[in-house]
């Protein structure tokens, strides 16, 4: 690290709980991004300014001005722009020491595949059912740590998914899909502006703990937040060894004793 990083990651440094050697940890890791809407410009905001080496940011919209009530990522000039590229350049302009990629794909299972394959992370900023259980399907496959945020009206949600370990919860265990689900989207039903950004910084906060192997991640809990109230509570949950996506998971690639 040089005397700009020493500066720019000061405050981070200082924390005993992470030190140098955490922020080379940050530094050399590979996060993927799914979204820079609501949860996605708070999360890839932080993890730029925290100095995650490579990110890797994913969406197929385009700016809109209904978007700017909540998605810090963009600004009246990237209005009509894709969010990926939009995101992308203010993330750079805020440190450009880090390498951005943006993608302007909608990515089926083959893509979200190949892209979880390289990367040490998956953030899922996503807003809807279908996507959320893809990016899960990939993460399981791959065995890469899954944190996932969602938010709609007042209420927002946060789980981390290590499916690096055995013993860790899927995305699935937790909400089993189903045909008949009645989906919100805020689009129809409206979202509170702060509460993404609450959410999507929680998702930061869990990502630089799994990266830097700080602290306890909220892996089997859920953390929810009732924003009108202002009250978060923690539901825990275990794995069901039933699940129709992670019972089967592969075995470890390395260090794996058998059973
Ligand atoms: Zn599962």
Not at 52 to 62: I, R, T, Y
Not at 70 to 93: F, N, V
Not at 233 to 256: L, N, S, Y
Request: proline share 4%; hydrophobic share 45%.
């Amino acid at each position: 690290m040089g005397d700009a990083q020493l500066m720019r990651y000061a405050r981070h440094i200082l924390l005993d709980e992470l030190g140098i050697e955490g922020q080379e940890r940050l530094l050399a890791a590979r996060v993927l991004i799914l979204g820079a809407g609501g949860l996605g410009s708070p999360a890839a905001l932080y993890l730029a300014a925290a100095g995650v080496g490579q990110l890797l940011l994913v969406d197929d919209d385009a700016v809109e001005l209904s978007n700017l009530q909540r998605q810090i990522l963009h600004t009246m000039a990237g209005l009509g722009r894709p969010k990926a590229e939009s995101g992308r350049d203010a993330l750079l302009a805020i440190n450009p020491d880090i390498q951005v990629r943006a993608l302007v794909e909608r990515l089926d299972e083959a893509r979200l595949r190949e892209l979880t394959a390289q990367v040490d992370l998956v953030l899922d900023c996503s807003d809807n059912f279908a996507t959320r259980h893809a990016i899960n399907r990939a993460c399981v496959a791959n065995r890469v740590p899954l944190v996932s945020g969602a938010a709609i009206k007042f209420s927002g949600q946060i789980s981390v998914y290590d499916l690096r370990d055995d013993a860790s919860p899927c995305y699935h265990c937790l909400f089993p899909e189903a045909d008949d689900i009645e989906e919100l989207r805020c689009a129809t039903t409206g979202v509170l502006g702060p509460l993404v950004g609450m959410v999507g910084s929680v998702q930061a906060a869990e990502a630089i703990k799994l990266i830097t192997g700080m602290g306890e991640p909220l892996v089997g809990r859920l953390l929810s937040v009732d924003a009108l109230r202002m009250q978060w509570h923690t539901i825990r949950f275990k794995r069901d060894p039933e699940c129709p996506v992670c019972a089967r998971r592969a075995p470890a690639a390395a260090g794996c004793s058998g059973d």
